[in-house]
C-alpha cells in the first residue's frame, strides 16, 4: 500500500524575471516590478512529496534523517540567500520562475530517494501563490 509523505523546507532568495530576447520596454511590460533591476526576494516554503510502500521494518516510507540531509543539500544548499540568477548555473540563461525552480528542484532530486520515488513538488513564492510539478 502507497502512502505519500511530504517535508517541508523554507529558503529566501532573490531574483529578477528577464528575458534578453525582449526589448527593455517588452520586459517591464510582461515581469512588472518583478523585472526591477536589482530583482527581488520571496521567502519560499517548498514542499517535497514522495511516495512508496511502508516498509514493514521500520514503519517508514523513507528514512527521515536521510530525506533531510538530501533536502538540505539540492535545496538549502543551492538556493538559500542567493540571487538565483547569478548563484544557480541552471538560471543564467533560464528565467527563474517558481515554475522553473520546482523544475529545477525535480530534476536534483530524482532518482536519488531511496525505496520510494518523487511524487510531487509544491513551491509556494507567498503564501497566496504556489506551483506543483508532479514530473514529465
Do not use: Q
Not at 500500500?1 to 531574483?15: E, I, N
Not at 512588472?32 to 514493514?56: A, F, R
Not at 538530501?70 to 547569478?86: C, G, P, S, T
Not at 543564467?92 to 515554475?99: H, L, M, Q, R, V
Amino acid at each position: 500500500m502507497s502512502v505519500v509523505l511530504t517535508r517541508k523546507v523554507h529558503f529566501c532568495a532573490s531574483h529578477r524575471y528577464h528575458n534578453p530576447e525582449f526589448s527593455d520596454e517588452e520586459n517591464r511590460r510582461i515581469f512588472g516590478k518583478c523585472n526591477h533591476p536589482n530583482g527581488h526576494g520571496h521567502n519560499y516554503l517548498c514542499e517535497v512529496s514522495v511516495i512508496g510502500d511502508v516498509d514493514p521494518a521500520t514503519g517508514m516510507v523513507i528514512d527521515l534523517k536521510k530525506l533531510s540531509v538530501l533536502l538540505d543539500a539540492v535545496i538549502m544548499e543551492r538556493y538559500d540567500h542567493k540571487n538565483l540568477n547569478l548563484d544557480v548555473p541552471e538560471f543564467a540563461k533560464t528565467i527563474p520562475t517558481s515554475e522553473n525552480i520546482a523544475i529545477d528542484i525535480w530534476r536534483h532530486l530524482e532518482g536519488r530517494l531511496e525505496g520510494c520515488r518523487l511524487h510531487r513538488i509544491r513551491l509556494y513564492e507567498d503564501p497566496t501563490l504556489f506551483v506543483e510539478y508532479l514530473g514529465e
